[in-house]
């Protein structure tokens, strides 16, 4: 499964990712705010290291752990360069939380070994469909601090989150649309180009995964579709995005757990 087909150096680089994501969460009212940045970057850039290692390195694999902490790096990034803009906004805590538990996921559920002889197109489409994931995540997080502010606001308590609430909502929208496109691509170049993708015997088929994609691009588009015609916002439409993202998290990530950690199987 797992750990015992992990290499010495993944495994000591995924320990030192997470516990510098742990000590950026867990710390950061002992380090100080500087320190805890510290931290958090330094987790962030082992990380990257990490997922580069697991891609290029002597046995690369992939599979459904990996996938989702290429996904919590994508955020943290995001995040990083956000809080540059706005310094008060307040996620650290969380993606760091994040950050950790997807790291470690992926050291137990490396996945399985990827072909050496694979199309160089593979990867393109790889990368599409990972960056699709990472943008919506993004937005699900917008959407998420939106409705707590929200919350507060009805509330009349301190409804202070670091970003103006209409910026946190049109930020929202931004990364439901370009993920939105990017998806878009990852199915186009997989429908379009499958048999330079996988194999001149390959057979477009109707799997789970290419259900469940083809559902939650619906459910994008919908919600675009609402925000930009019936002026869809509020609670509508963050339960419209959340419907959309459990689908896109189910299409890949659901069907590969099914088949690595359910089935036992590769393929």
Do not use: C
């Not at 995001?78 to 540059?84: D, G, K, P, W």
């Not at 939106?146 to 931004?174: C, K, V, Y």
């Not at 995005?241 to 189910?250: A, D, P, T, V, W």
Request: no cysteine.
């Amino acid at each position: 499964m797992i750990l015992a087909s992990a290499s010495p150096l993944g495994l000591t680089l995924s320990l030192a990712t997470a516990a510098g994501y742990a000590v950026s969460a867990v710390g950061a009212s002992r380090l100080g705010a500087t320190k805890a940045r510290i931290a958090v970057r330094m987790a962030w850039l082992l990380h990257a290291v990490l997922l580069a290692w697991g891609l290029w390195g002597d046995e690369p694999r992939f599979g459904f752990a990996p996938a989702l902490s290429m996904t919590a790096w994508l955020v943290a990034g995001v995040y990083a360069i956000e809080s540059h803009l706005y310094p008060l906004l307040q996620t650290r805590w969380t993606l760091s939380v994040l950050g950790s538990v997807a790291v470690l996921l992926a050291a137990l559920f490396p996945g399985h070994l990827l072909n050496v002889n694979v199309s160089p197109w593979l990867p393109l489409h790889w990368a599409l469909g990972i960056a699709s994931y990472g943008l919506i995540g993004v937005a699900v997080v917008h959407a998420w601090l939106m409705t707590r502010t929200e919350g507060r606001i009805r509330q009349a308590s301190d409804t202070h989150s670091g970003m103006p609430l209409l910026t946190m909502e049109r930020l929202t929208f931004r990364f439901v649309g370009a993920g939105f496109l990017l998806l878009t691509a990852t199915l186009l170049l997989g429908f379009l180009f499958e048999k330079q993708l996988y194999g001149p015997n390959t057979q477009l088929k109707w799997d789970h995964k290419t259900a469940f994609s083809v559902l939650s691009w619906l459910v994008f588009a919908t919600l675009l579709l609402g925000r930009a015609r019936f002026g869809w916002r509020g609670k509508r439409a963050v339960r419209v995005l959340y419907i959309g993202s459990l689908l896109l998290l189910l299409a890949y990530v659901g069907s590969r757990f099914v088949l690595e950690v359910v089935l036992g199987r590769a393929s």
